[in-house]
């Protein structure tokens, strides 16, 4: 069964730092592009960044609201992703999500959608 | 990179179709075929309806599909039942960014 599970989640407070891990089975992991992507308490969801794979150089995105203080990597040998975020702000609360992206090409052109999704860990960014 | 405008509610009565809209603009919705949907239960993690603007995942119900025209993409669900009611998201790919999601509509089934 594929399965990605989040876990580090907890309370920081403001300007601290927090590292996320996302486990990942039933997959070959280092085929596979891996993005975060967080929902804020009530509200939608917002697309935090995205690590590519080897074969497109472990390139990595990011939201303009985080770049400069979220990093993401992965670890191929463990099927594992991380994000490490730093300069945590109260807006930074929410449930963070890790997703596996599918890419495969048609003739010239590429195809990419997020198929499946952890179950989220909670981040709270509070005094 | 501005979030993909849909509706912020709608509902209907089991039986019958709806159609939820997500509209973009030339860089995102309209230049890729690229636009997926999700449904999100409360508390739960989302799941991926339809993906490449029109394809449905194996054990998706053929009860959704997926639809687009120019800068603005659709989802209808038809033969609408109790368990559809949820938050629905679109998602598409972006020029620069490169996933932007919608800000989510909730079904209510009444």
């Known amino acids: 069964e594929v399965q990605l599970v989040e876990s580090g989640g907890g309370l920081v407070q403001p300007g601290g730092s927090l590292k996320l891990s996302c486990a990942a089975s039933g997959f070959t992991f280092s085929d596979h592009q891996l993005d975060w992507v967080r929902q804020a308490p009530g509200e939608g969801l917002e697309w935090v960044g995205r690590t590519r794979n080897k074969g497109n150089t472990y390139t990595t995105e990011y939201a303009a609201s985080v770049k400069g203080r979220f990093t993401i990597s992965r670890d191929d040998s463990k099927n594992s992703l991380y994000l490490q975020m730093n300069s945590l702000k109260t807006e930074d609360t929410a449930v963070y999500f890790c997703?596996?992206?599918?890419?495969?090409?048609?003739?010239?052109?590429?195809?990419?959608?997020?198929?499946?999704w952890g179950k989220g860990t909670t981040v709270t960014v509070s005094s | 990179q501005s979030a993909l405008t849909q509706p912020a509610s709608v509902s209907e009565s089991p039986g019958q179709s709806i159609t939820i809209s997500c509209t973009g603009t030339s860089s995102d919705v309209g230049s890729y075929n690229l636009v997926s949907w999700y449904q999100q239960h409360p508390g739960k993690a989302p799941k991926l309806m339809i993906y490449?603007?029109?394809k449905r995942p194996s054990g998706v119900s053929n009860r959704f599909s997926g639809s687009k025209s120019g800068n603005t993409a659709s989802l209808t669900i038809s033969g609408l039942q109790a368990e559809d009611e949820a938050n629905y998201y679109c998602c598409s790919y972006a020029r620069g960014s490169p996933w932007v999601f919608g800000g989510g509509t909730k079904l209510t089934v009444l």
């Open positions: 997703a596996r992206e599918v890419q495969y090409q048609v003739l010239f052109s590429y195809y990419y959608y997020m198929d499946v």
């Open positions: 490449d603007d029109t």
